[in-house]
């Protein structure tokens, strides 16, 4: 499978003026292919193909006086740049046909030098090399200071140059890692554990461990504001203003690190103790629209799961997401009875079949491994729920969306 590694750049004022006209060069050059297929949609004329776009919006340009600054920087990363307006079309497309998966995407938009994030990639063919002084050089750009925080498993295939909307500068490498090597590198084990995700505790597992939540935004809330506040008051298109934006930048880029920091480190961990991992597919859209969507984007489920997903996958580890609408809170998992729905205040209950008191995380999250057919019986033998038919009533969609089904 293809990973990235990223690694933080350090240009020198020179390096970064030319990563400015590259990064500039690359959004013309955008900007350019998005208006020639929306001038043929328009004329109502079939869309011209990338061999001609790259013809006539890099190879003819050059020559002309208004477009001869092109001739500045690598070809390749006005290559790459016509190839990333074609996948956006193509993406656009398959959305419209229903054949991409999410939500729906909207045409491509012409790209502005004030977006805070800028980027261009380099492939083989631009012929950029890591030095022997351990410096990234890119051509017409120069030799570039490197920060490399670990080895690059094999040689990258590709580099994308990132601007963020801190001012910082990294280098994202696309690496081919080797599944073989991968899996080798993980303990053998045969432990499994089921995964209750939540905002009391961040996660509580199903042998009763419970990682409590880091709350990064809401440690960060104070200052933060300070410098929101701070923003708000500059005047607009000021020096002055343009110093407060990077502020506010650089204090919300040490949230997203320090909170991706903790999910890497904690699914690493799951990952590597753990051959089977269950969790909840969780609705974190639809809860991103409650009164409790500050501390679900604080706690970030979503992008905690894709890191146990991609983690699995590498690692040769199982990874099963169970339906969200599975009552794991209102079941028992002794005796499998259900207690009916409670609400969030309510933190430990008393099963009134059985009468085992559970902590409702626990409970969940020793549900969610059951339901997951992770769980194994006393003889060993694994637990999973078999299929039960519909009832008479519950069969075929009575004009419900595909999503409100039962299965």
């Not at 350090?10 to 297929?37: H, S, W």
């Not at 295939?157 to 081919?176: C, E, L, M, N, P």
């Not at 990077?246 to 991706?260: E, F, G, I, N």
Request: charged share 30%; aromatic share 6%.
């Amino acid at each position: 499978m293809q990973l990235r590694y990223s690694f933080r750049l350090y240009p020198d004022t020179g390096q970064q003026e030319a990563l400015a006209r590259a990064f500039g060069c690359a959004r013309v050059v955008f900007n350019d292919a998005v208006r020639a297929r929306e001038e043929a949609r328009s004329a109502k004329q079939p869309f011209p193909r990338a061999a001609e776009l790259s013809r006539r919006l890099i190879t003819e340009a050059k020559q002309t006086a208004e477009r001869s600054w092109l001739g500045e920087v690598s070809a390749v990363v006005l290559q790459q740049s016509l190839r990333d307006a074609e996948t956006a079309y193509r993406n656009f497309f398959a959305s419209l046909k229903g054949d991409r998966k999410g939500p729906k995407i909207g045409r491509p938009r012409f790209k502005s030098r004030k977006d805070a994030r800028q980027s261009i990639r380099f492939t083989a063919n631009a012929r950029w090399s890591i030095t022997g002084k351990a410096r990234l050089n890119l051509p017409k750009i120069g030799a570039v200071k490197v920060t490399w925080s670990r080895t690059l498993p094999t040689t990258p295939s590709s580099v994308t140059v990132i601007k963020d909307a801190a001012g910082r500068y990294f280098a994202s490498f696309v690496i081919d890692t080797d599944p073989a090597a991968d899996a080798a590198r993980m303990p053998d084990t045969d432990r499994t554990i089921g995964i209750d995700l939540g905002l009391t505790h961040f996660a509580v597992l199903s042998d009763g461990t419970k990682i409590d939540s880091p709350r990064f935004l809401r440690r960060a809330e104070k200052k933060l504001k300070k410098t929101q506040r701070e923003l708000s008051r500059k005047q607009k298109g000021s020096k002055n203003r343009a110093k407060a934006r990077l502020k506010v930048a650089r204090a919300h880029a040490t949230v997203a690190d320090a909170r991706r920091e903790f999910h890497h480190q904690l699914s690493t961990r799951l990952i590597s103790e753990n051959q089977g991992i269950a969790v909840e597919d969780l609705p974190v859209a639809e809860l991103a629209r409650t009164r409790l969507a500050k501390s679900v984007h604080d706690a970030g489920w979503a992008s905690f799961i894709s890191m146990l997903e991609y983690k699995a996958q590498r690692y040769g580890r199982t990874l099963v997401k169970i339906d969200r609408f599975t009552p794991t809170s209102q079941t028992c998992s002794t005796c499998g009875a259900k207690g009916g729905p409670k609400p969030l205040s309510v933190r430990t209950w008393t099963c009134p079949a059985c009468g085992t008191v559970h902590d409702r995380d626990h409970n969940a999250a020793l549900n969610v491994k059951t339901a997951a057919g992770l769980a194994v019986s006393a003889c060993r033998a694994p637990v999973r729920p078999g299929e039960i038919p519909a009832r008479r009533e519950e069969t075929g969609s009575h004009g419900l969306p595909a999503q409100a089904r039962a299965t």
